[in-house]
């Protein structure tokens, strides 16, 4: 049988888990610091993370921090559209090792047209989604279009969220379940205290498929400390501060997984 988009994505994380450390998932937003340098960042970030995320900057992104925020401004007045994006991962050779996920708020989705989305994502090396405004109860028309080509919907759970509703999201995902560390925005850094580790735990208890946190991850100690409760991070702010400053997003994404001084 055939393996679709969305079966890269888990597989990924599985190999990084083989190899004795948690997968990472490295976020960059689309058409930041610019529309000329993103292809030669995603390359760096696709060499070193597992899975790259790509966000699609919108006007009103109620679910990120101040970081994501700048950048995401940054690229709509440079001229970012989904459509530039789309083309443009369609355009790149060599493409990533590393599988695409795109997290997009609803709108920009709805505006480019379920008819064609889920076919151009494909086209574009694109294995899933992450929309954060869109609630399991709303998804069936959304999850329908990615189901025809085999693209990913993955399904976020929080701390608050009932352990029936963990579950069946958990259940509902597809790629990976992505476990916020906390309530509130990104790019907040996150101490990683115990009652977090236990509720990694907890979703990784009923969940058919991979598991990684995001909200927080700045650096290797935390990542040391998720390890063996998730099987991944997701690296967000900090890794879009580092393409801000200018510096190399391989060498910090290698940094995140090689033991800290604490650790010694």
């Given at each position: 049988?055939?393996?679709?988009?969305?079966?890269?994505?888990?597989?990924?994380?599985?190999?990084?888990?083989?190899?004795?450390?948690?997968?990472?998932?490295?976020?960059?937003?689309?058409?930041?610091?610019?529309?000329?340098?993103?292809?030669?960042?995603?390359?760096?970030?696709?060499?070193?993370?597992?899975?790259?995320?790509?966000?699609?900057?919108?006007?009103?992104?109620?679910?990120?921090?101040?970081?994501?925020?700048?950048?995401?401004?940054?690229?709509?007045?440079?001229?970012?559209?989904?459509?530039?994006?789309?083309?443009?991962?369609?355009?790149?050779?060599?493409?990533?090792?590393?599988?695409?996920?795109?997290?997009?708020?609803?709108?920009p989705l709805l505006a480019y047209g379920l008819d064609r989305l889920p076919e151009a994502a494909v086209e574009a090396g694109v294995a899933g989604f992450i929309i954060p405004d869109l609630p399991y109860?709303?998804?069936?028309?959304?999850?329908?279009?990615?189901?025809?080509?085999?693209?990913?919907?993955?399904?976020?759970?929080?701390?608050?969220?009932?352990?029936?509703?963990?579950?069946?999201?958990?259940?509902?995902?597809?790629?990976?379940?992505?476990?916020?560390?906390?309530?509130?925005?990104?790019?907040?850094?996150?101490?990683?205290?115990?009652?977090?580790?236990?509720?990694?735990?907890?979703?990784?208890?009923?969940?058919?498929?991979?598991?990684?946190?995001?909200?927080?991850?700045?650096?290797?100690?935390?990542?040391?400390?998720?390890?063996?409760?998730?099987?991944?991070?997701?690296?967000?702010?900090?890794?879009?501060?580092?393409?801000?400053?200018?510096?190399?997003?391989?060498?910090?994404?290698?940094?995140?997984?090689?033991?800290?001084?604490?650790?010694?």
């Open positions: 049988m055939r393996s679709k988009p969305r079966d890269t994505i888990s597989a990924a994380i599985r190999a990084a888990a083989a190899a004795g450390r948690p997968a990472v998932v490295g976020f960059m937003t689309g058409g930041f610091p610019d529309r000329d340098g993103f292809r030669r960042n995603l390359a760096a970030i696709g060499s070193e993370a597992d899975v790259v995320e790509i966000g699609v900057p919108f006007s009103d992104p109620m679910a990120d921090g101040m970081t994501i925020q700048r950048a995401s401004q940054v690229a709509l007045r440079g001229g970012f559209t989904l459509p530039w994006l789309l083309d443009e991962l369609r355009q790149i050779q060599p493409r990533p090792s590393a599988p695409l996920l795109l997290m997009s708020y609803l709108n109860e709303e998804s069936a028309e959304m999850r329908a279009a990615f189901d025809r080509v085999g693209v990913a919907l993955v399904q976020m759970v929080t701390p608050v969220t009932p352990p029936a509703r963990i579950r069946m999201l958990c259940e509902a995902s597809q790629g990976f379940v992505y476990a916020v560390t906390m309530t509130g925005t990104t790019g907040k850094s996150v101490a990683v205290p115990d009652d977090v580790l236990s509720y990694m735990d907890r979703v990784r208890a009923v969940s058919p498929i991979p598991v990684c946190a995001g909200f927080g991850i700045r650096g290797a100690e935390q990542v040391e400390r998720m390890t063996g409760h998730v099987d991944g991070v997701v690296v967000g702010s900090a890794l879009v501060e580092v393409l801000e400053r200018g510096e190399d997003p391989a060498a910090f994404l290698r940094s995140l997984t090689q033991p800290s001084a604490h650790s010694s």
